[in-house]
């Protein structure tokens, strides 16, 4: 998918800015495959992170490879062969930094305080303690640089290849099918529905702390939405979200360190 990516442009006021199916495309077709894109990512989350939990850790990788590339290849295909936009690469544009850098460092330190002064001293995460290091050794890791290298690769490649997903292609093609306010509150539940398998995975579907992170992606992919139908740039939205993955993974480290090889 990186390489499919290299030739996508990151806005596109032209594409965005019509409401109703592009040229050739029709209305149905379109709602379909934007269907098709909320429901998948839950589908390919449920295969490979609940349905497959007990499996050999090849085969849980395989189904982890196979479904990512089939959800990040999709909105190329679709724009490009349907739509028949053209796909280039955009210069680097500021709008919606500023917003997504003090967004992104207001949660960051929110996390590490609500964990260091709430969640850990009232033991809300330590049921899940056991389920991550699970998870992380069913990937084969188990040293700290390993655990630094999935961090790096989740805060900078894949938190790019959400906003990508979410925001330039789902968000945008529901503008096309309902106002923004409605495409900004519809993208956010369905970028939220496979974060609830993983939550309710790891701290089960009457915790405080699964309902309460749920509520946190739901209000960062509104954010993300708004900030990126007001900048017309994704540049802003993955900063952002390239730093509350971060703090994701240093409160992650936090629970598996004793774990890990050094």
Do not use: N
């Amino acid at each position: 998918p990186a390489i499919w990516l290299s030739g996508i442009t990151m806005s596109d006021p032209t594409r965005d800015s019509v409401q109703g199916g592009p040229a050739g495309v029709s209305r149905a077709a379109l709602a379909a495959v934007v269907v098709f894109a909320i429901v998948f990512p839950t589908l390919t989350t449920w295969v490979y992170f609940i349905a497959l939990a007990g499996a050999a850790p090849a085969l849980q990788q395989v189904a982890y490879g196979l479904g990512k590339s089939v959800q990040f290849v999709l909105p190329v295909v679709w724009v490009a062969c349907f739509e028949r936009q053209r796909l280039s690469f955009p210069a680097a544009r500021r709008a919606g930094l500023p917003a997504g850098l003090f967004f992104g460092l207001t949660v960051f330190a929110g996390a590490l305080l609500a964990y260091h002064l709430w969640l850990k001293p009232a033991g809300y995460l330590a049921p899940a303690a056991e389920t991550v290091r699970g998870k992380i050794a069913a990937f084969e890791i188990d040293s700290l640089w390993e655990y630094a290298a999935m961090g790096v690769f989740y805060s900078v490649v894949h938190a790019f290849l959400e906003e990508y997903y979410w925001r330039w292609f789902v968000f945008a093609e529901l503008r096309r099918l309902m106002p923004v306010v409605a495409a900004i509150a519809v993208s956010a539940v369905g970028f939220t529905l496979h974060h609830i398998l993983v939550l309710s995975f790891y701290f089960g579907w009457f915790s405080v702390a699964t309902w309460f992170f749920t509520l946190s992606v739901a209000v960062g992919g509104a954010f993300w939405a708004w900030l990126y139908h007001r900048s017309g740039s994704l540049y802003g939205p993955w900063l952002s979200h390239l730093l509350i993955d971060a703090a994701i993974f240093a409160v992650g480290y936090d629970l598996v360190c004793g774990w890990l090889v050094t």
